[in-house]
């Protein structure tokens, strides 16, 4: 089965900087690559997402790259504010003619001020 | 607004206890999903359901059943708790196209399961 990768486990910043996680995943044939945020006390929620026939997408801060030769994919976020301390997650979409998806082990990003 | 509930935030049960956690979507979305979620661990899939009365295993089922007998509701069951079964549970539902493709997931706020 799928098999999703995520690194760092941990990440510190300074407001202001950019930060980058990034994903790697097994299934030549995953098709969609999201990433979610979880905040304390909350469920995971989109942040951003992106589909096998994009190469990049972008929402203000956030951005995600995908190479599909070297099956990983890494979620950027710049101008990094307190707010966005959270745990992060990427996932990929297995082709399994089921809409699942198999999570990474998550980024906890913590942003001083 | 989009809304996963799910029935409790915090639940303390004992060993060997049939424990029921429900889980309700008013997006009349077809597939739904439980999710345990344990540090270092990530998120990892229990089982899920595309539709009424259909389910699937997913990556960790032992010890686990559910049931779906309507669209917005998905009960997971934990037959027999035991202590390695405390973990945060997470409940999540999608659309579905028909043609297989995925979809955002939208999750509820989580049961935290102590069993002791």
């Known amino acids: 089965g799928e098999n999703v990768e995520q690194h760092p486990s941990t990440l510190s910043v300074q407001e202001g900087d950019s930060a980058v996680i990034k994903c790697t995943y097994s299934?030549?044939?995953?098709?969609?690559f999201p990433w979610y945020k979880q905040e304390l006390g909350k469920g995971p929620q989109l942040i951003i997402d992106?589909?096998?026939?994009?190469g990049e997408k972008k929402d203000q801060r956030i951005a995600v790259t995908l190479n599909k030769t070297a099956k990983h994919f890494s979620l950027h976020i710049t101008e990094t504010q307190p707010e966005d301390s959270a745990v992060y997650f990427c996932?990929?979409?297995?082709?399994?003619?089921?809409?699942?998806?198999?999570f990474g082990k998550g980024t906890m990003l913590l942003v001083s001020p | 607004d989009v809304k996963v509930t799910q029935s409790s935030r915090y639940l303390v049960k004992r060993t060997g206890e049939k424990v029921f956690l429900e889980c309700v979507q008013d997006m009349d979305h077809e597939n739904m999903f439980w999710y345990r979620q344990d540090p270092g661990l990530g998120l990892r899939l229990i089982y899920f359901?595309?539709?009424?009365?259909?389910?699937e295993k997913g990556d960790i089922p032992e010890g686990y059943s559910v049931s779906r007998e309507k669209k917005e509701r998905f009960s997971l069951i934990l037959e027999s708790a035991s202590t390695n079964q405390t973990s945060m549970y997470l409940c999540?539902?999608?659309?579905?196209?028909?043609?297989?493709?995925?979809?955002?997931?939208?999750f509820g706020p989580g049961t935290r399961l102590t069993v002791t």
């Open positions: 359901s595309y539709d009424v009365k259909m389910k």
């Open positions: 992106i589909r096998s026939n994009v």
């Open positions: 299934d030549s044939a995953s098709n969609y």
């Open positions: 996932a990929a979409s297995p082709n399994s003619g089921y809409s699942t998806l198999t």
């Open positions: 999540a539902s999608s659309f579905d196209s028909g043609t297989g493709g995925s979809y955002e997931q939208y």
